[in-house]
């Protein structure tokens, strides 16, 4: 059965709008009394995977509400409680909310993840290690397309690799469009759980600092922080902050087509984390 399809059956009869997804196709079903999300998965895995790691965070604030999970023709679904239309991207004066996501992600940081992943080790010091060098060797052929130096590049390649603490319980792309705002309450909560595992509390803090600051300005980015009730040292963040603007061009370059004009502010990032 094909998502849409889906979703007007789970929609019964009400409005249909759909969404951008992450894991598969997104959906915000109107019904007289309530609005819902629903996700149609790209594949069983995926919803496998959300669903372990929102039954093992369940007790965390801030987690999605599940309403129901489902199969249509071995198509797998996910219906959950409407988070809100608005997200810390579109709503860049708002600190209480930055304070709240930073809240969130501590909070995730600080469950176990022994039920999160069966992924043995999780991102270690290894895994870091290795990845890094993959992600700047594989942009070596793209460099032009996303306006990369050589310079720049064989910089990133010379770096060292960010460094992070034992591995816990990580969202892993906890950027400002993930954390959802609640039109009338103002409630926070991080949605997209499908790529959760065991990886260094500073991959999320880094990537949530750095995409919020971007996109929402620099009071944002504070906010969160001092909701996260941790900050991190510069000569700590700057690795990492290499390291994840080298998988972004790294994701656009690889899976979309055209002009790249969008990575010139990521390469901007890239440059003055590694240069200044």
Not at 114 to 120: E, G, I, R, S
Not at 231 to 241: A, C, G, N, V
Not at 261 to 269: C, S, T
Request: charged letters at 25%.
């Amino acid at each position: 059965m094909d998502a849409m399809d889906i979703a007007k059956k789970l929609a019964r009869g009400g409005r249909v709008h759909e969404l951008s997804g992450i894991s598969g196709r997104a959906f915000r079903l109107f019904a007289p009394h309530a609005t819902t999300i629903l996700t149609v998965y790209r594949s069983t895995s995926l919803q496998r995977r959300e669903q372990r790691a929102l039954e093992s965070l369940s007790d965390v604030e801030g987690i999605p509400k599940v309403i129901e999970w489902g199969t249509e023709d071995d198509t797998a679904w996910g219906l959950f409680e409407d988070a809100g239309a608005w997200n810390l991207a579109t709503l860049p004066s708002s600190t209480g909310a930055a304070r709240q996501a930073g809240r969130i992600l501590r909070s995730v940081h600080e469950a176990s993840p022994d039920d999160l992943t069966n992924l043995a080790g999780g991102m270690d010091a290894a895994w870091l290690r290795s990845e890094y060098q993959s992600v700047f060797t594989r942009l070596t052929r793209y460099r032009r397309r996303v306006g990369l130096s050589q310079r720049l590049l064989e910089s990133a390649l010379a770096a060292e690799p960010p460094v992070g603490g034992v591995p816990t319980s990580c969202h892993t792309n906890p950027r400002p469009d993930r954390f959802r705002v609640d039109d009338e309450s103002g409630r926070v909560t991080l949605v997209d759980w499908a790529w959760a595992t065991a990886a260094p509390a500073e991959w999320d803090f880094s990537l949530a600092v750095s995409t919020l600051r971007r996109s929402a300005g620099q009071r944002a980015a504070d906010a969160l922080i001092e909701g996260y009730g941790r900050t991190m040292p510069e000569d700590i963040l700057r690795p990492w902050i290499v390291f994840h603007s080298g998988r972004e061009m790294l994701q656009d370059a690889e899976t979309r087509d055209g002009r790249l004009d969008n990575l010139a502010i990521v390469v901007q990032e890239l440059e003055a984390a590694l240069l200044d």
